[in-house]
């Protein structure tokens, strides 16, 4: 991302702070760091879009001011023309922190740790055992609260400049995904087909949205075991299914995406796979007409998961969507089901500016699984499909 583009990002995501803030009850945010080329706050690319190296902290008042105070050595790495102080410190930081607090005065200081969401647990515990030391002399260490609910809000809610860079990862995604219609064959091995996507990836100049190794999962026949594995020898064969996840990252912004591939013409597809493909695909356009603002993220889940059942499949054992955005997995409210392995996040409230996914799938007896997943955007009275749907078997006749 240029050095343009970041301050862009920065603008305006920061303006959204002082409001958010006051949403959530909290007088100040404690962004509390150190070397963070090792141990990476996932809120920094936002906040500042650069590494700090000493304990730094940056500040941020719910009545819009934003202070940054960080090693002597680090002053250049903060824009100056984003934030309204930046005081640097030589020798320790604790004084200056004090002293930066009593002018604030704040009632509640939220810190970046959070038991349900990994985007809003960027604290690590020998930080917070440092901030705690310093600010034992002051009544600051016991107005700490955790900042979850504004991280929350301020990754979800999209601002113009990140839902553009969403659409074009989504975008460079799908022109990937046509390309491997004329590309794919009978007989080719998992491992080809991801070498070819790899090599498009290097053309475009694109990352990838997670690890490499499982980026795109490509599944072939009914025997490949279905989840986050990475392509193996395994071929396809006709009258076989093909399925693929894939998402890349462009301009810092990720897509997530799955496809269905069969091989063979389409009056040559099984019953039950079709029958397969229809649940699914229903059940994502089901998810998505209820889908808005005001919601809670696991009524969502729940539509697309009784539609499922309603066909006589077993439910998936997984949520229908995740929030998407600098990472494939962003945080934040999760469309899912009230299970223990998700503590609160189905519980949170969908809002307009949030991407998610909506991806299930169901299982055939003879051909494996079927699974779709497309990329929406919350509007103010709707979602938007960001991904064009996937609405028949993509056909492999060759």
Request: hydrophobic letters at 40%; glycine letters at 10%; a negative charge.
């Amino acid at each position: 991302m240029t050095t343009h583009a970041t301050h862009q990002l920065q603008r305006e995501k920061l303006d959204q702070i002082p409001g958010i803030l006051r949403e959530v009850g909290i007088d100040c945010w404690l962004v509390w760091v150190r070397e963070t080329i090792q141990t990476p706050d996932p809120v920094l690319p936002i906040v500042l879009g650069a590494d700090l190296v000493w304990p730094s902290a940056l500040l941020f008042t719910a009545s819009g001011e934003r202070t940054a105070i960080v090693g002597s050595f680090d002053v250049d790495v903060v824009p100056a023309d984003v934030y309204d102080r930046v005081t640097p410190y030589t020798e320790g930081i604790g004084d200056v922190l004090r002293g930066e607090l009593d002018r604030i005065a704040p009632g509640t200081i939220g810190i970046n740790e959070s038991r349900d969401d990994v985007a809003a647990d960027g604290l690590t515990s020998g930080m917070k055992a440092l901030l705690l030391e310093i600010l034992e002399p002051t009544p600051y260490a016991k107005r700490l609260v955790s900042a979850e609910g504004l991280i929350s809000r301020l990754r979800g809610r999209k601002s113009p400049f990140e839902q553009a860079r969403i659409r074009d990862a989504v975008r460079i995604t799908e022109e990937i995904f046509d390309e491997l219609d004329g590309f794919l064959a009978v007989g080719q091995t998992e491992i080809e087909i991801r070498d070819f996507v790899h090599r498009r990836m290097a053309e475009l100049g694109v990352g990838f949205a997670w690890q490499a190794s499982s980026n795109p999962a490509v599944d072939a026949g009914p025997n490949k075991a279905f989840g986050h594995g990475a392509p193996s020898d395994n071929r396809t064969k006709a009258g076989h299914l093909l399925h693929f996840d894939f998402g890349v990252q462009s301009g810092g912004y990720s897509s997530d995406i799955q496809r269905m591939y069969f091989f063979g013409s389409p009056d040559e597809v099984p019953a039950e796979v079709q029958r397969a493909f229809e649940t699914v695909r229903h059940a994502i356009q089901r998810a998505a007409e209820f889908l808005r603002p005001g919601v809670r993220g696991l009524e969502v889940d729940a539509v697309a998961r009784g539609h499922v059942i309603d066909c006589g499949y077993p439910e998936f054992a997984h949520a229908l969507g995740h929030q998407v955005g600098r990472f494939a997995h962003d945080g934040g409210t999760l469309l899912g089901p009230p299970w223990e392995r998700y503590g609160d996040s189905p519980e949170g409230i969908v809002e307009a500016g949030n991407v998610f996914t909506l991806e299930l799938h169901v299982p055939t007896e003879q051909y494996g699984q079927v699974s779709l997943e497309e990329d929406v955007l919350v509007t103010e009275t709707g979602c938007e499909f960001l991904s064009h749907p996937q609405q028949t078997l993509r056909c492999i006749d060759r």
